[in-house]
Structure formats: structure tokens, C-alpha cells
């Protein structure tokens, strides 16, 4: 017998239960068809709630002007860059899973690519948002596009970062709704096919774009795959390669470090992480998919956790220890005065992000605290706040006291308005996402069906002569097959 | 199928390694005796770096092959089992190379010339600002200690590591005892990569290459050194692989493990180029005097040469060729990439070292290149020896089944 399908039975199965394929287009298409519940309805109204107070806080700036905000000449980025950051980072998890892990090979991101590159698609349009509201007269907006245009000389800075992240983000966005639909396609055919009312047969109908599930089809979905994974890998990186950029191409001290582009990208990884277990440890009980994403999927992403935390950790250490080291007095003083200095004005925003970020992540070298819901939960959302405080520190503590004090800043607190547009975020992110989960399969069905032989719970006790057998005897047998 | 699980070394492949190693001795009494035993500093200081160079460069490249195992380890990989022992053995060379590396190390730190580590030069330090602010790092107990101790510490986790690997070669695990084992291992395998990110990842470049430009710093330094010797560590370990299939071991191993190691070395080819443009391009758009030092002598001084040169081997030679899947399965083709990422990332540490040193003109470098290939002959015995120390194949080991059905 050929066994193409093997896995050992050290790993723990992916898919639990006595399923078979039918059984997994059951489960999974089984919120989607049915009637939303209570507790979603709560939770979408709650978010469009968010979003329409994000709706009246931009409102208000665009009319007022972004005097409505508490930026001032010394700190002329603050909460809305903090915020976009925060979000473009948030969105880096969805597309590593499907690209990256996708290209390594690694089951377990079937149960959960779906949802996470959901997330990116929404995180993405959230990150987008501040910018552009940033830029005051927005109906101006369309300048960041290079095109000869009748404004005489007035073209884009080439040579600006702010301009390279239009073309990163945008060109991530892309490719990512690409991925996220092109992956989408088998299971809206799976949909439409099941659908007993005529509005759902024709929306899903639409949406599938004619899928068959013909050889043919599923050739060309493979390698459409395979194409779009191999230009995503390096759009994972480059988006916040060039978030980065903005701030170290400058001379600012504590934004000019040339280790700024892996580490963002690591921290970028590190929250979007912590964002997909938020929402899956919730999504997976509300849903009932926790034979689909088992605790050895929270426990591989705590993992995750664990290795860009202490990554992201090793780079505050290496900027800290730098900064001494450079013997340049502005390094130091807004490392060691600006940041560390638990007395300065800002001193408690950067103990706040290497509590939650570097030092509270460590828990997870405990396979205990891995595969605890609870202690999981409440650690994505101190990630997420650690890492906004990240941003936040980065910011606006390099900024407030820099060269000249005469220039220095007052104490910087966001108004209502600052603090209503990222709530508003919020609202755009979750609706989006209540959305997502309702018209659509929350995981990919087609690509579990592909590692349940493999890697289902009842499959993997059938190989247990396989498990037992002499290594050299196992392999004649496949030797003798090929 | 017949699997030959003992490893027998050929008398040509030891009679190569020897007289690659006579070469590399030679060339380096050649040296001494044209630069190092002369009056003038900067010529001794060209004896140094040469020694400096290859000794540091093919310690990480070593040692790369046990980081390799302890993050596939972590990582729950399966596919690189069947070639498992091969990382295993030259991994084994890290004692000996760590060894020699180390004396050099410490010659150069508390020996009498002052060229290559500026810092060393107590007199001088006393009068330079910079260099004075730093002394509490850049001095030499420090810099003995942390290099005894790194070397000491990857020697003995790597045994542990190896001698862990061989624990189970008589017995055959089943499921229970195969997951205490996977812990075991992976426990070990945490405390390696601990130790390597507190020494590869950040303080080690810093003191062994960077305080050549004692003045200079980059927060990339060590992330970038990383990722130049991971990748030629790959390499190193692709050249054993085929060089074992070559003479019909390895029976398990296939184009398919080989296309995965041309994988691992085209992704981090171009992972080691993003670090170096990142670098580079950080320093130069910012345009500040005392960081472009750097990059002066060595992107538009007489070094630019073996700067663009780098570019095109480390970068566009695997970006082209390694691109298409067949050629990450075909032996000759991975084996020539090998062999010129190895001398490409060579050719990065000839550019991390002498440009501080030797300012007026570029080293002749065929006299390193001589250093190495004594290296490169030293390598390979030891490799070999260790080898044929253990079985070839990890058979009893809880993934090595995944191995032998791996398809990419």
C-alpha cells in the first residue's frame, strides 16, 4: 500500500471527532445556514454602534479640521498613526498563515487561515482609514496617486516613504482579498449547491463564479495558490518593512535603527497573532467548531507567540543596548530619559509595552498556559494592548522632547474625537467581521478535507501498524509502491 | 531496498581533506611570514584578519547546521529526519573549529596589535571619547569571557543535543515514550536557541566583528551577520547531502529533500538580502557621517568591487536560478549554488573585516581564500569522522517515517 497520507501519531490530531467529509460540510456550513443567533445580533449591533460613532468623530474632524484633534507642532503624529500602525500589524497574521504556512507546509493552518485572513482584509481597511482622515482635506485625497495631472508641477515625493506605504498597502490589500477569495470559491460552491431558497442559491450562485469542482478547476485553484502564495510571502514583509521606513529613514532619534524593518515586521506578526486568538477562542465556542480549531491550534499559535514576543524582545534590548553604546547623547536620551525612565512623562507607556509584550508572553514556554482558554484570551488582548503602547511609544515618545527643548511638547492627551475614531475602527472591524461569519464558512472546508486523512482523529488510530512497523520495512514498502 | 547505515570515509575524501588542510597551513606560515611578522601594524593586522575571518565565518557556518536542528526541532519538522545525522555531524565540528576560532580571538584581543580591535589599545582608548564611553562593553575580560563561554556553550548543548539523537538508536519508541521524547528534545533544543539568540542574534557579532569599527553601529548587525552564515550553513549541509548520495548513502533522502533545502536556500538568500538593503538603505537615505563610515569604503571605496559582486552571487545568482522548481531538484545545479553561496557569504565577512584595517588597498585574496580552504579541509574531516561515528540513518525517531513519504 502507497501511503501518501501518513502523519505521526506524536501530533495531535487537527480534526477531532469521527468525522468524515460529509460530517465536516455539515459542521462548518451549519452557522451559515442557519439563523443567526442572539448573541451575534447583540454583537453586530454593539459594533455598528462603534462604527457609528467612528462615523460622527471623522465627521466632525473633516468639518472642523484636524484642530479637532490634540496633535500639536511638536507632536504632529499621534493616537491616528499609533492606530494605523497598530492595525497594519494586526493585519500581517491572516496572510502569513495562508502564504507563508501555506508554503511551509503546516496542517494546522487549515482550520484556521480562513478567519485570519478575514481579519487581515478588515484590518487592513481599518489600518487605511487613518492616513487618509489624517490628511485634513481629504477631498484631496487622490494626490497620493502618480499621474500626470493638470496641477503643474505637483507629482508625488518618489522618494517619500509615506508615499511607498500607498503602494505597499494598497498592493497587500489586493493581494490579499485575492487569496482570501480565490480560497473562498470551492466553498461557496459548496453553499450554493446546499441552498434551498432561491435568494441564497443566486447570491452564492454569483459568488462562486461558476466553480464545478471539475480536475480542471481544482488544477488551476492549486496553482493559482501556489502563484499568490509565493507573491504574498514577500508582501508579508514588505508592507511593514515600509511602515518601518517611515519612521527610520528620519533622523529622529529612537526612529532612525536600522533594525527597525525585521523587528516591526516580527511585532506585526506578534499582535496579529494575539488578534486571531481573540477571535477564534470566542468564534470557535459561539460556533461550535472546537472539534475544527482544537486547543493544538491554540497551542501552535501561543507558540507563535511565544518566538515573535521574545523576537520583538531581543530588539528592544539590542535598540536599548545601542543606544548606550552609539555614545550619541540624543539616543540616549530618548532611550534611557524619554522611555525608561519611569519618572518621565511617558516613562509608564514603555513599561507597559515590555510587560505585556516581552515579559507576559514568556508563560507560553508552559505547555499548560498554551492550552488554557482563559489565560489565552486575556493574553491576546494584553499583546494587543502592549503592542499598541509599542506604536504609541515609538511615536510619540521620540517626538515630544527632541533636539530643541524650547520646542518640546505639553503633556499629549487624545480628544473625544481621536479616541471616537479609533473606537469607530473597532465598529468597521467587528461589523465586518460579525458579517463575515455569518454569510460565510468561518473555516476552509475544502482545505480541512484535505488534511482529514492525514491528520483527522480517527484516521490517525488506523495507523497504528503503520506507527509500529520497523522504519527500513516501512520504507521498502513505499520504495516498492513508487 | 539495502540501506547502508554505517558511513565508511573514503581514503580520497581524508587524503583531500588533508592536503586541503596542509594548503591552508602553509598559506598561513606564508602569511606570517610576508605580513605578520613584519614591524608595520597594518601588515600584521592583514595576518590577523585573515585568521579572524575564516575562523569566525566557518564557526557560525558550523554551528548553523545545530541551530538548524534545535529550529526544526522546535518546530516539530519532519521532512529533514532522513538526513538528520548529516546537520548532526557538522554540527560536531563546532568543538574544534569553536576551539581554534576562540585562541585566535583571544591572540587578536591580547596581542600587541591594536589595528584590527582599536579598543584594545588601553593608552588610546584613554584619550578617544567614544571609545572610553564604551569601555564598560568593549574591554578585554568581557570580551574573553563572553567568547569562552559562547564556544564552551554551543559545544556542550550541541553534544547533549546529538547525544540525545543517539540515545534511541538501539530502541524503538512507541507513541507515549516517542512524545516524552519530542519533549525532551524540545526542551533542550529552547535552552540551544536561548543561548544563540543572546550570543549569534546579538552580542557575539557585536564584539568579534563589529568592534572592528569600534566608533560605528548598526542594530542590524547581528541579525544581518545571522542570517548571512544560516544561509551558507544550508548550503554546507545541501553539499554533504549530495555528497552522500553521490556515493549511495542516504537512500531515504531525495529530490524532494533536496528541493526543500533549495527552498530553504533561495528564501534565505533573499531574507539575507532584505537585512543587507535594509541596512544599507537606512544608513544611506539618513546620510549621517558617522553612520555612512561604514559604507564608504566599502560601497563606493575600494571595496565597492567585492560589494556589487556580493550582490550578484548572494542575491541575484539564487534569486535567478534557484527560482525554478527544477533546478531546486537537480543535483548539479544545487550543488554549484552551494558552493557559490558559501563563497558569497565568505566574501561578506571579507567585507565585515578588512575594510576597518586595511584602508589604503584591497588585501590580496587568494591568500585568505588559501586560510579557507585549510578551513574547508578541516571541515571536512571532521565531518566525516563524525559520520562515520553513528548510523546514518535516525531510524528509531518519531518523525523519521514522515520523512521517507515526503513529497513537496
Keep these: ?482 | 531496498m539495502t540501506i547502508r547505515e554505517n558511513y565508511v570515509v573514503p581514503k580520497r575524501f581524508n587524503m583531500i581533506a588533508f592536503t586541503l588542510m596542509v594548503i591552508g597551513l602553509l598559506t598561513i606560515v606564508g602569511l606570517y611570514a610576508t605580513h605578520g611578522s613584519k614591524e608595520d601594524p597594518i601588515a600584521q593586522a592583514r595576518f590577523w584578519g585573515s585568521l579572524l575571518q575564516n575562523s569566525v565565518y566557518f564557526l557560525l557556518v558550523v554551528n548553523a547546521a545545530m541551530f538548524f536542528i534545535c529550529a526544526t526541532t522546535l518546530a516539530w519538522g519532519g521532512w529533514q529526519m532522513s538526513f538528520r545525522r548529516v546537520t548532526e555531524a557538522i554540527s560536531a565540528c563546532v568543538p574544534v573549529v569553536g576551539t581554534i576560532c576562540g585562541v585566535i580571538l583571544l591572540l587578536i584581543c591580547f596581542g600587541g596589535n591594536h589595528e584590527i580591535f582599536h579598543w584594545t589599545d588601553t593608552e588610546h582608548v584613554k584619550h578617544d571619547k567614544i571609545l572610553s564611553f564604551k569601555a564598560g562593553f568593549l574591554n578585554k575580560g568581557f570580551f574573553a569571557f563572553m567568547t569562552v563561554a559562547t564556544i564552551v556553550l554551543w559545544s556542550l548543548l550541541g553534544w547533549k543535543m546529538r547525544k540525545l539523537s543517539r540515545s534511541i538508536d538501539e530502541t524503538p519508541l512507541n507513541v507515549e515514550e516517542s512524545k516524552k521524547y519530542i519533549w525532551k528534545n524540545t526542551v533542550w533544543a529552547a535552552v540551544y536557541i536561548i543561548v544563540f539568540s543572546l550570543t549569534v542574534m546579538s552580542s557575539i557579532p557585536w564584539l568579534w566583528l563589529m568592534s572592528i569599527d569600534a566608533h560605528w553601529y548598526s542594530t542590524m548587525y547581528s541579525w544581518y551577520t545571522f542570517a548571512s552564515t544560516f544561509v551558507a550553513g544550508v548550503a554546507l549541509i545541501t553539499l554533504f547531502v549530495v555528497f552522500l548520495k553521490n556515493n549511495n548513502y542516504l537512500e531515504l533522502t531525495n529530490e524532494e529533500h533536496l528541493h526543500d533545502l533549495g527552498k530553504f536556500m533561495f528564501a534565505f538568500s533573499v531574507f539575507w538580502t532584505y537585512l543587507w538593503f535594509s541596512q544599507f538603505m537606512l544608513i544611506w537615505y539618513a546620510n549621517i557621517p558617522e553612520e555612512t563610515t561604514y559604507f564608504k569604503p566599502r560601497a563606493q571605496g575600494i571595496y565597492s568591487g567585492i560589494f556589487w559582486l556580493m550582490f550578484i552571487i548572494n542575491f541575484l545568482a539564487p534569486l535567478l536560478i534557484l527560482m525554478r522548481r527544477g533546478a531546486k531538484r537537480n543535483y548539479t545545479t544545487v550543488t554549484f549554488m552551494a558552493l557559490l553561496i558559501i563563497f558569497g557569504h565568505w566574501l561578506d565577512f571579507f567585507q565585515m573585516v578588512f575594510p576597518g584595517h586595511q584602508k589604503d588597498k584591497v588585501p590580496m585574496m587568494l591568500w585568505d581564500f588559501g586560510v579557507a580552504l585549510g578551513f574547508v579541509g578541516l571541515i571536512m574531516f571532521l565531518t566525516g569522522r563524525a559520520l562515520s561515528k553513528s548510523p546514518l540513518l535516525a531510524k528509531n525517531h518519531p518523525f523519521i517515517k514522515e520523512s521517507v513519504i515526503h513529497h513537496t
Excluded at chain 1, 457609528?52 to 490634540?70: D, H, K, M, P, R
Excluded at chain 1, 463575515?436 to 468561518?442: L, M, R
Design chain 1, 1 to 482: 500500500m502507497s501511503l501518501l497520507r501518513y502523519e505521526s501519531q506524536v501530533r495531535p490530531a487537527l480534526v477531532e471527532g469521527d468525522k468524515d467529509y460529509h460530517q465536516v460540510t455539515e459542521d462548518i456550513c451549519r452557522p451559515v445556514e442557519a439563523r443567526p443567533s442572539k448573541l451575534w445580533w447583540i454583537g453586530f449591533i454593539i459594533s455598528v454602534l462603534f462604527l457609528a460613532f467612528g462615523i460622527l468623530s471623522v465627521t466632525v474632524e473633516v468639518i472642523y479640521g484636524t484642530g479637532q484633534w490634540n496633535l500639536n507642532k511638536t507632536i504632529g503624529w499621534g493616537w491616528d498613526i499609533t492606530n494605523f500602525v497598530w492595525w497594519v500589524g494586526i493585519g500581517h497574521a491572516g496572510t502569513l498563515i495562508s502564504a507563508i504556512l501555506l508554503l511551509f507546509r503546516q496542517g494546522w493552518r487549515t482550520g484556521v487561515n480562513r478567519a485570519a485572513e478575514a481579519m487581515t482584509i478588515f484590518a487592513v481597511m481599518c489600518a487605511g482609514q487613518f492616513p487618509i482622515w489624517h490628511m485634513g482635506r481629504v477631498w484631496n485625497a487622490f494626490f497620493v496617486l502618480p499621474y500626470p495631472n493638470t496641477r503643474g508641477p505637483l507629482w508625488v515625493n518618489f522618494n517619500s516613504p509615506l508615499l511607498w506605504d500607498v503602494f505597499a498597502i494598497s498592493t497587500y490589500f489586493t493581494v490579499s482579498l485575492l487569496f482570501w477569495y480565490s480560497g473562498l470559491l470551492p466553498d461557496l460552491a459548496t453553499l450554493r449547491d446546499r441552498a434551498k431558497k432561491k435568494w441564497r442559491k443566486a447570491f452564492y450562485g454569483v459568488a462562486a463564479f461558476g466553480w464545478t469542482g471539475s480536475t480542471k478547476h481544482w488544477q488551476r485553484h492549486e496553482a493559482l495558490s501556489l502563484v499568490l502564495a509565493g507573491l504574498s510571502t514577500p508582501l508579508v514583509l514588505s508592507v511593514h518593512t515600509i511602515v518601518s521606513f517611515d519612521f527610520a529613514t528620519s533622523v529622529v532619534p529612537g526612529w532612525h535603527t536600522t533594525i527597525f524593518p525585521p523587528y516591526f515586521v516580527a511585532g506585526a506578526i506578534f499582535s496579529g497573532f494575539a488578534m486571531v486568538q481573540t477571535l477564534l477562542v470566542v468564534t470557535r465556542k459561539v460556533l461550535g467548531l472546537e472539534e475544527y480549531i482544537t486547543i493544538e491550534h491554540i497551542n501552535v499559535m501561543n507558540k507563535v507567540i511565544v518566538l515573535t514576543g521574545s523576537i520583538v524582545g531581543i530588539a528592544y534590548l539590542t535598540e536599548l543596548f545601542m543606544a548606550w553604546y552609539s555614545a550619541v547623547d540624543y539616543e540616549n536620551f530618548a532611550f534611557f530619559e524619554n522611555r525608561l525612565n519611569l519618572n518621565s512623562p511617558y516613562g509608564w507607556s514603555y513599561w507597559i509595552m515590555m510587560g505585556c509584550n516581552v515579559l507576559s508572553p514568556q508563560i507560553f514556554w508552559f505547555k499548560k498556559m498554551r492550552t488554557n482558554l482563559v489565560v489565552t484570551f486575556f493574553m491576546s488582548i494584553l499583546v494587543n494592548i502592549g503592542m499598541w503602547f509599542e506604536r504609541f511609544v515609538i511615536i510619540v515618545t521620540s517626538v515630544y522632547r527632541d533636539y530643541l527643548p524650547s520646542a518640546w511638547s505639553t503633556y499629549y492627551t487624545p480628544t473625544i474625537w481621536e479616541v471616537g475614531f479609533y473606537m469607530g475602527t473597532f465598529g468597521l472591524f467587528f461589523t465586518c467581521y460579525f458579517l463575515f461569519s455569518k454569510f460565510f464558512p468561518v473555516i476552509a472546508i475544502a482545505e480541512i478535507k484535505h488534511i482529514l486523512k492525514r491528520s483527522g482523529d480517527n484516521y490517525k488510530e488506523k495507523m497504528d501498524v503503520v506507527e509500529k512497523e520497523d522504519t527500513i520495512v516501512f520504507a521498502e514498502k513505499q520504495a516498492h509502491d513508487h
